[in-house]
């Protein structure tokens, strides 16, 4: 779409100073960092968000040396959630480190770097996160108090014909159902832009559908609600005997992950 995206910067001279250190100091220590949230957003769908936090996504395997770089640039380096994300303060800011996601599906990996796309965040230049990978983490997000699905439609009319709907189709892998209720979703909001989904993919989430319809299912008692929130669903695992999708063989995390993720979502 044809639409004009004025240079997006933070809106108080603090964060500019602070994002560029963080910036500068990963930069020094070689450590390779994507520029998320309300940054990369702001760029693919036209809806801006003024934010004091800041977040970067890295390889899970970089994660110590973006803590080490940060704390010596002076940032206050504190344990979060061990499965998905570290957060490095200073004064009223925050930076989350993030190298997957709260229910343990989005690792960050090659992927996200190789499709990066470069732009200017705080006077830096900065790779920012993929449209097809913020997608891709951002679906999931069905929480009572937190539904990223407006974002994902966002993205879908203003880019969705530009989209590397294979590349996502891939991420989604077996669950490509859920990108699918995104698309059915989108379709309803804004009935006027069907077409920036390509045909063949919704002719690919219609022939999908219709032979899952048709296809006896693996396990009857698979619960995949924990992997959009972690609290909705807790009757079905606790109290229904459903087994939770954040367990393998569908999911990554460990029950101790589990524990902790739902006591932090609980606690807010």
Known sequence: MSEDLPTFAPDDPDSVEYY???FKALKRAKV?????????FARYSG??????????????????????????????IRPAFEHWIAKAYRDDHFIDLIYGSGNGMAIVDDGWFDHAV????AGETVDFCPAEESIWSKAFIMERHRFDGADV?????????????QRLLDRFDDHWPLL??????????YPGHLNQI??????????????????????????????????EYLPDIERWGYHDARLPPVGNMTPENIRAWTEGVRAG
């Open 20 to 22: 560029s250190a963080a």
């Open 32 to 40: 390779d960092f994507l520029v998320g949230g309300a940054y990369s």
């Open 47 to 76: 809806v801006y968000r003024h934010t004091k936090d800041l977040d970067l996504f890295l390889r899970p395997r970089d994660v110590d040396a973006a803590q080490s770089a940060l704390g010596d640039a002076g940032f206050d």
């Open 118 to 121: 470069t732009g200017e965040v």
């Open 153 to 165: 439609a966002h993205v879908f009319r203003r880019i969705g014909s530009q989209l590397d709907w």
């Open 180 to 189: 699918f209720s995104h698309v059915v979703m989108f379709s309803y909001v």
């Open 198 to 231: 390509p045909g063949w993919v919704r002719r690919t989430f219609a022939e999908r559908f219709e032979a899952a319809a048709a296809t006896p299912l693996p396990d009857a008692k698979l619960c995949r609600g924990t992997l959009l929130s972690a609290l």
